[in-house]
């Protein structure tokens, strides 16, 4: 008998760190929206307003953090997310620590304050560590070799696999790393130990071919690509043609 399996996850990264990108994507049925406050410029108040949007639209809100700031996971489960991705989480130590972050007690230490339960319910407080997720980039080689330890944290979620910087931190270089063997090996080991522990196995995804090789992996989640990705590689595409076609119909 065929074993069922779950539909895989589908996220988009959100680079404009605007609410109308936010209802946009929402309204096109993405399951995950990452607002990407690592490498993006959003700010507390355009994320909060991106957070709720997200949610309004009916799509989950999920947020990505600067690099080893524990007291930005609080703050972005605070404004809304129902997510939170912290990148480069290298050792056990560091997924402790947003994991502490992360929940609330006895699991963790985040502070009860806020106005989620006007968004999300009066029960907010005593269902948040079950309905928020907090995902651990495991994208170092350091990471990979501590994975097994770092899935079995309690109040980490799941791990999201950025496999370019995994690449990088390896001596491989930015591109055409798809194919080497200790990288795929590395992948399939952080695969194996979010399952081996019960957690969620996510991963960035850059092309077609990419995402349904992940999926057919047995990954939960990908992403693919971001808003801002599409919005230029479909408006160079256009303004090429344009340009194609009017300069040959004058001539």
């Known amino acids: 008998m065929e074993q069922h399996r779950n539909p895989v996850i589908l996220g988009i990264w959100q680079q404009f760190p605007l609410p109308m990108i936010s209802r946009l994507l929402g309204l ?16 507390i108040e355009t994320a909060y307003e991106c957070m709720h949007t997200l949610h309004a639209a009916g799509t989950r809100p999920l947020l990505r953090t600067s690099v080893d700031v524990p007291s930005e996971v609080q703050r972005a489960l605070d404004l809304g997310a129902l997510g939170v991705i912290v990148p480069m ?17 006895p699991l963790g230490c985040r502070s009860v304050g806020s106005d989620l339960p006007w968004h999300y319910g009066k029960d907010y407080y005593e269902t948040a ?3 928020t997720l907090l995902l651990v980039q495991i ?16 109040g980490v979620d799941g791990c ?8 990088l931190s390896m001596g491989l270089p930015r591109t055409g790393y798809e194919d080497d063997e200790s990288h795929r090996a590395a992948i399939a080991r952080t695969l194996a130990a979010s399952h081996a ?3 969620l196995a996510c991963c960035n995804t850059y092309s077609m071919s990419d995402a349904e090789t992940r999926a057919a992996a047995g ?10 990705d599409f919005f230029v ?10 340009r194609e076609r009017t300069i040959g119909e004058a001539s």
């Open 233 to 242: 590689g479909a408006g160079t595409s256009l303004l090429a043609k344009l």
């Open 139 to 154: 994208e170092h080689i350091d990471a990979v070799n501590q994975v097994e330890q770092i899935m079995a944290v309690p």
């Open 219 to 228: 990954f939960d989640g990908i992403t693919f690509m971001s808003e801002a």
């Open 89 to 105: 989480v290298n050792d056990v130590d560091q997924a402790r620590a947003v994991a502490r972050a992360a929940k609330y007690p």
């Open 129 to 131: 560590n079950q309905r």
């Open 160 to 167: 999201f696999i950025g496999p370019t910087d995994l690449a």
């Open 197 to 199: 522990h019960g957690k």
């Open 28 to 43: 096109q049925g993405w399951d995950w929206v990452i607002l990407d406050m690592q490498h993006g410029s959003a700010n």
